[in-house]
């Protein structure tokens, strides 16, 4: 673990794990529906029901973007 960024703190501290845990947190969280999925005369749809990408033929979307 790089504590650099956190040199300015007492190691194990109540300041130093705040520290540690602002610089090198990261999420799990993983976006879903942002590939809009609509009927084939919506215009703001990427996907139609049948999860073909509108205006490209032989295309599919199998992803969890387009899951509401």
């Known amino acids: 673990m790089n504590t650099t ?16 845990i ?5 999420t799990a969280y993983h976006p879903t529906s942002t590939c809009r999925m ?17 205006g490209i033929e032989m295309l599919r979307v199998v992803y969890a973007a387009v899951m509401p």
């Open 5 to 20: 960024a956190c040199k300015h703190t007492v190691f194990l501290s109540d300041e130093f794990n705040k520290c540690i």
């Open 22 to 26: 602002q610089h090198l947190a990261v």
């Open 38 to 54: 609509g009927s084939t005369i919506d215009k703001n749809s990427v996907v139609d029901p049948e999860l073909r990408v509108k």
